[in-house]
């Protein structure tokens, strides 16, 4: 088990045993040798430590939902972060369409609190018996203790990107966004 709650771990899942980062590159079936690779745009060699190390950021990556409200969150951190996250992330034909806005104004927080809470008591609505009171026990917000919130939008409309695989399945658009 890989979580503690006060000695309580009921409520904690099991990490699955994957293999390691070594291991998946022992099981490749090209090795770089073997790769045309003239350009050495395929070939990026990871240290061990490098590999070990993201490979244990994987296994602890967590949706956080618990926040300290009077802390003030570093503008510039925020910044680099969406910045290097946004700037990373693949998009259909490279269209990067999406739209990231700040919600700042107490009645726009209030307007989305409302509108995540319907939408929760309808999916609440769509179990029974110790489904839904495992649903209905699980923290799927943080909204009202976040510093700061963000709403991410897919702009269907954009014009970068080449058009590719949206051409024929505009909906990628929105998959790139999720």
């Given amino acids: 088990t890989s979580c503690t709650n006060n000695?309580?771990?009921?409520?904690?899942?099991?990490?699955?045993?994957l293999p390691s980062c070594n291991e998946l590159a022992a099981q490749s079936a090209i090795s770089h040798d073997e790769k045309d690779n003239s350009d050495?745009?395929?070939?990026?060699?990871?240290s061990p430590?490098?590999?070990?190390?993201?490979?244990?950021?994987?296994?602890?990556?967590?949706?956080?939902?618990r926040f300290q409200k009077d802390?003030?969150?570093d503008e510039e951190v925020l910044n680099r972060?969406?910045?290097?996250?946004?700037h990373s992330a693949p998009s259909v034909g490279l269209s990067e369409p999406w739209r990231i806005v700040r919600v700042e104004s107490e009645a726009a927080k209030e307007a989305v609190l409302q509108n995540f809470e319907g939408e929760n008591d309808k999916a609440?609505?769509?179990?029974?018996?110790?489904?839904?009171?495992?649903?209905?026990?699980?923290?799927?917000?943080?909204?009202?203790?976040a510093p700061v919130q963000l709403a991410i939008f897919c702009d269907d409309a954009t014009i970068k990107g080449a058009g590719l695989g949206a051409?024929?399945?505009?909906?990628?658009?929105?998959y790139s966004v999720v």
């Fill in 167 to 174: 051409q024929t399945m505009p909906e990628m658009r929105r």
């Fill in 81 to 86: 972060a969406l910045s290097s996250a946004f």
């Fill in 7 to 17: 000695g309580d771990t009921s409520r904690c899942m099991r990490k699955p045993q």
């Fill in 71 to 73: 802390k003030p969150v």
């Fill in 124 to 145: 609440l609505n769509g179990y029974d018996g110790d489904k839904k009171q495992k649903y209905a026990s699980l923290k799927l917000s943080g909204m009202r203790e």
């Fill in 49 to 65: 430590a490098f590999q070990s190390e993201f490979e244990q950021l994987m296994h602890w990556r967590r949706d956080v939902r």
């Fill in 40 to 46: 050495n745009t395929f070939s990026r060699d990871f």
